[in-house]
């Protein structure tokens, strides 16, 4: 998925121009991606700037996940549901204990972005992969976040981005390389999420993933993640 351009219309939304594919209808050109609830006027305005722009094509404006009441003036200004998330959350107090001989991490570094997107790639679908710009933004997303890397005999399998706002975190991105998984990688690395997150003043972690994700899902309810009742969505517009 590549992403053209970064927009910031005003304070706590970016705009993010992807490039559709031609041959799929319901493929994303723009991502609303607002950091605060937005009002009405500001969906509106948004919108006024996206549907303006001739870079659009045929594909679709959708948002981030969006908890509830971040999604009523989106619905007034028809958006309706495309995905839904579940989301998830542990407590920091009590962090599972690693079983299982692990695997080598250390801190992720500028050079491994390639492999780490190939991962990335190779982990979700089109509509969720990240490219260099968008795993900018997810490290950059937080006051505060840990970028962490595993390795089996030398080579990257897989990767985990962490971040942190005031008390709470958020494991933004965890990915396993599909000739790793089943491996114990994951787990440590999310454990590794916690114990970091913990110790930079977090007090509880979420994540969320998509409700088809059976194996992630599987993943963060052993670890002791509990789901919340309430779902995300991404919402797209019906124009
Ligand atoms: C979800 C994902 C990160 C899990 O990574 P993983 O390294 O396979 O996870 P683990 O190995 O720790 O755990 C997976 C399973 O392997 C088992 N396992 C753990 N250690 C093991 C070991 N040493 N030997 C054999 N199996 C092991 C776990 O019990 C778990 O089994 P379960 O699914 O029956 O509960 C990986 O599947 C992935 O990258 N998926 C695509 C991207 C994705 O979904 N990311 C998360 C989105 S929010």
């Given at each position: 998925m590549l992403l053209d351009r970064l927009q910031r219309p005003f304070r706590g939304v970016r705009i993010v121009h992807?490039?559709?594919?031609?041959?799929?209808?319901?493929?994303?050109?723009?991502?609303?991606?607002?950091?605060?609830?937005?009002?009405d006027h500001e969906v509106q305005r948004v919108l006024a700037q996206v549907a303006d722009n001739d870079s659009i094509g045929r594909g679709r404006i959708v948002t981030s996940a969006l908890a509830s009441s971040e999604q009523t003036a989106f619905r007034a200004a028809g958006f309706v549901d495309r995905e839904a998330l579940h989301l998830l959350r542990h407590s920091l107090n009590d962090i599972p204990v690693q079983s299982g001989t692990p695997v080598r991490t250390r801190a992720g570094r500028r050079t491994d972005l390639s492999s780490v997107l190939t991962i990335d790639r190779a982990s979700f679908d089109r509509f969720w992969a990240l490219d260099r710009d968008a795993f900018t933004a997810a490290k950059k997303a937080t006051p505060t976040h840990r970028y962490r890397i595993a390795l089996v005999d030398g080579t990257i399998a897989g990767y985990a981005i962490t971040g942190r706002a005031a008390q709470s975190s958020f494991l933004q991105r965890l990915g396993v390389a599909p000739e790793h998984r089943g491996k114990g990688i994951g787990s440590q690395l999310v454990i590794d999420a916690m114990n970091w997150a913990k110790a930079d003043g977090a007090s509880s972690m979420l994540v969320n993933t998509q409700t088809s994700n059976e194996n992630a899902l599987r993943l963060y309810e052993s670890l002791g993640f509990a789901l919340s009742a309430e779902k995300l969505m991404v919402l797209q517009w019906n124009q």
């Open positions: 992807k490039s559709p594919s031609p041959d799929d209808p319901d493929s994303v050109s723009v991502q609303i991606i607002p950091y605060r609830r937005l009002d």
